[in-house]
């Protein structure tokens, strides 16, 4: 593209656009000063090709001069936003901090308060249990249980009926289990389920039933077992009731067969059939 001369001074543009640059005169101090950005070797040709006559040395000079001026500036401009910047991120990352510190420190105070309101709950039922065990059994709560452990499906399916429908069996029922035994979940629904069912009852039960078995979840038996359970074990959960009394029917067999073997043993040593 061909130069444009104009009082201001010579302007010229490349097609391909990836440069311009703006050569302007300064009359008075009879000195050509070059913009920024300016291509040296260019506008002396442009200059030549227009007939103006200055020193090479001079364009490069000014154009040195002026990118020196501009420079620092730059520098300056860009050193104080990148100051900006990190100040700026230091107070967002401060107050985020103290943000997530808050709800920290919220947080631990409701979760105090809840472990402290547990803490008395527990302390309550356990009091509420003793106290339970401590009571006596009377002639008329004895009267009120069959003989136990039941020994046949057809005895437990009886009793469990009546447990539905008479509450002070059920009441009776719950005062028997307080005072079963066992350190723990697993060693109280053990004695419990021994105490009431016998391994013989056992056998004809499974825990998710069959088409010739029940289930024993579906026995009000089951419900009261596991209310005590959890009223002494704070810790039980439904699974671990639930895997106790599975494992217990499952192995009714190998506990009737474990006991006619030491029956048997204790015959052949007294040395009678």
Known sequence: MEAIVNSNGIKKEYENGHCEHIVSE????????????????????????????IEPTRIAQDAAMEMDTVAPHEVQRSQALSKAAGVATNITAGQAFNQILSEIRTMNDVYQSMFHTLTEEIISLRNEVSQLRALPITESESNLLPALPLPTLAKFQE??????????????????????????????????????????????ITWCGTNDKPSFQSFATFNVIKEIGFLRFSY??????????????????????????????????????
């Open 236 to 273: 039980a959960t439904d699974i671990d009731v639930h895997k106790i009394c599975q494992q217990h029917f499952l192995h009714a067999k190998d506990r009737i067969n474990k006991k006619l073997k030491t029956k048997t043993k204790k015959v052949n040593v007294n040395g009678t059939i």
């Open 26 to 53: 300064q009359w008075e101090s009879n000195q050509i000063k070059l913009e920024p950005n300016v291509c040296v070797e260019e506008a002396i040709d442009q200059l030549t090709a227009n007939n103006i006559d």
């Open 159 to 204: 009793f469990d009926q009546k447990l539905l429908v008479e509450n002070d069996l059920r009441v009776n029922l719950k005062n028997f289990l307080l005072r079963v035994g066992g350190s723990d979940l697993s060693a109280f629904t053990r004695l419990a389920l021994r105490r009431i069912l016998s391994d013989e009852a056992s056998t004809n």
